[in-house]
Structures are given as C-alpha cells and as structure tokens.
C-alpha cells in the first residue's frame, strides 16, 4: 500500500460518501417555501460583473502562485531554511492562516447553508451534519496518515529519497553513498539503520501532510471560485478579489513550507504549487460557465458545498492543529525555548486574526 495509494483511495472513499448522500431519497427535497437569493438591484451589472471576474482569476492566480513558491526560493536565504528559528515562525503564522480559514471561513458557511430555509426541516434542521461531517473527516484524515506510516513502517525498506535521488547528477548520488556507507562504518549498522528508518519516517509524514493539505485547500478553493464565478453581484466580487488575493497568498505559504519540508524533486514541486495556484481560477471560470444553472439557493448546491464545505473544514482543522502546529511546539527546538515559544504563538494570533479580519468581507 503506498502513499499515493492512499491518498487516492481516501479521495475516492470521500466522493463516495458525498454521492452517497447526494442519492439518498428525499434528503435534496425542496422546501415549499420559496427560495430566491437576496440580492441588491443596485449591485446587480452582468457586464461589469464579467470584468472583475477576469480581474479576479488573475490577481487571485498570480497572488497564489508568489504565495506557494517563496518558501521554495526563501530556502536560498540561511534565516528562512527549515532548521532555522525564522522558519518556523513563519510557518506559525502561516498555520495559523490555514486554523482560521477552517474555523472561521470554512465551517460557517457549511453550517449557514446546511441550516438554510431553503432545505426541508427534516433531515437538514434536526441534525448538526456540519459538525458530523467535520468530524468525520478529521477522523478520516487521521486515518489515512497513521496507516501510511504504519505500512511503510513495516516494510522498514523503502526510501521516501528515492524520486529526489533520480533528479541528482551521478557524483551527487556517489558521494550520497559514500557518505551513508561512512555512516555505517562510524557509528554500527544497527544504530545507522535506526536512524535511516526515523528520518525516512519522518519524511514520509511529511510528505502525507503536504497531499492532505493540499486536498483539503484544493477542495475549499474550488467552492470558493464557483461562488465567485456564479454571482453578478458586482458589490460582493469587489470585496473578494482583495480578500482572497490575500487569503490565498498567506495560506499558499503554509502549503509551500509543507511541500518545501517534503523534499520533493522541483517536477513534483511545480505540480503541487501549479494545483493549488489555479484551483481558484479556476473555480471561478467554472461559476461563469454554469452560472446560468447553478443556482446559489437551490437545495443541491446547498447540500452539495455544504458537505464539502464541512469535509474540508474538518480537514483544514486537523491538519493545522495536529500536524502542523503540535508537531512543531512539541518539537525539541520549541520546547528548548520558551522565547520562540512565544514568538511563534504571537504569529499564529496574528495569522489567524488576519483571516478573521479578512472573513469579514468574505
């Protein structure tokens, strides 16, 4: 069972679940009581609607793009490289970007649309599905991570390197293996293969916090877009471009620290930071094209980004606090000082402040 396996099969599982419901009979019926969207006559322009949009795709593409690359080429920088002190309070604060957008952006939205007129009182009003899917998810989540590491765990031989290694030039690889062979003679074969196998490890989780990551952000992005894209309400798109300019930016540079600590080759790299960066984009060129179908208020558009709403948030939280922030304070060099303790919580107050401020306009 490898990673990409994994993380394939948990996508998988996922749509099965939201498919699941999605046929459930009677659960999409629509409420007798009408639904339309509130809308400001004033605000409403299709035309001029369309050219923010196409201000909005690239602004949020290019906002995206700077966010996710700089930790890439920060690494250049001594301060900024991921044994630094700088570094990790940089990540904080991007963590603390990506807590806020799952507690303050994510889940209310998931629970005002699932709790919404529109939708039958029974079952939408009688059971808190965003909380349960939330939950859910985080669980889910967990799951995959912890059985990855198992498996590879077991199987003790497999080198996550192996796809940096192909990229290296053969005098980078021999001196590798010199070097790794001095490890042997130095210091036991136990001891060095001990050591191998918790850098591997590690490595690998890593490596699984960085694809999470960024399928939960993938799918929160989406939604994001296709909202933006199907509105003609040019009042609320002005606000959004500036918003999620900066949201995407800041939380792309909590997903580069990851993908940058996983150590991927500079193919893998530009893969993951070009999925992230058009995802957006591309949501909203999505919402132009069904906009004269996808209605915000209909019950299964409701239903529909209500859940992946919730699956996402319960993603984006678990992800922040678990592998992201208590990785890094209960980490020996946080727990060595008490000062950058305290830096780096002052930078996740003021990440996730930022995007409670943002969540305003939003």
């Known amino acids: 069972m490898t990673k990409a396996h994994s993380n394939f099969s948990a996508t998988n599982v996922t749509v099965f ?21 509130d809308s400001d006559s004033r605000c409403t322009d299709k035309n001029r609607a369309f050219d923010l949009k196409l201000i909005a795709i690239f602004s949020i593409l290019s906002t995206s793009l700077v966010g996710v690359c700089l930790p890439f080429f920060a690494r250049s920088v001594s301060a900024f490289q991921p044994e630094k002190s700088l570094f990790l309070i940089v990540k904080s604060f991007a963590s603390g970007i990506i807590l806020a957008t799952g507690f303050v952006h994510v889940l209310p939205d998931s629970f005002e649309m699932l709790s919404s007129r529109c939708l039958k009182d029974d079952p939408w009003h009688k059971f808190p599905f965003t909380g349960f899917v939330a939950m859910i998810s985080a669980v889910f989540t967990l799951m995959v991570g912890s059985i990855t590491t198992s498996v590879f765990s077991k199987s003790g031989k497999r080198d996550p390197r192996a796809d940096v290694a192909s990229a290296e030039t053969s005098d980078q690889e021999m001196g590798r293996v010199q070097a790794h062979a001095h490890a042997h003679h130095g210091h036991g074969l136990h001891h060095s293969d001990g050591q191998d196998l918790g850098s591997n490890l590690q490595l690998l989780r890593y490596r699984v916090i960085a694809i999470v990551l960024e399928l939960g952000i993938v799918v929160h992005s989406i939604v994001i877009g296709l909202s933006v894209g199907a509105t003609n309400n040019t009042c609320t798109i002005k606000g959004l471009i500036a918003a999620l300019s900066f949201h995407q930016m800041f939380e792309g540079m909590g997903l580069g620290g990851c993908i940058l600590q996983a150590e991927y080759g500079w193919v893998k790299k530009a893969v993951m930071a070009f999925f992230f960066a058009v995802t957006t984009p591309f949501g909203v060129v999505l919402g132009m094209v069904l906009s004269k179908t996808y209605k915000e208020n209909s019950p299964h558009s409701l239903i529909t980004v209500g859940l992946f709403n919730a699956s996402s948030g319960g993603l984006l939280i678990y992800m922040a606090l678990v592998d992201l922030l208590a990785a890094d304070f209960m980490g020996q060099k946080m727990q060595h000082s008490i000062k950058l303790q305290m830096k780096s919580y002052a930078a996740v107050f003021l990440g996730a402040g930022g995007m409670a401020f943002v969540a305003k306009y939003t």
Do not use: D, V
């Open 17 to 37: 679940l939201l498919l699941s419901i999605y046929h459930f009979p009677g659960a999409f019926s629509e409420s007798e009581e009408e639904c339309k969207p």
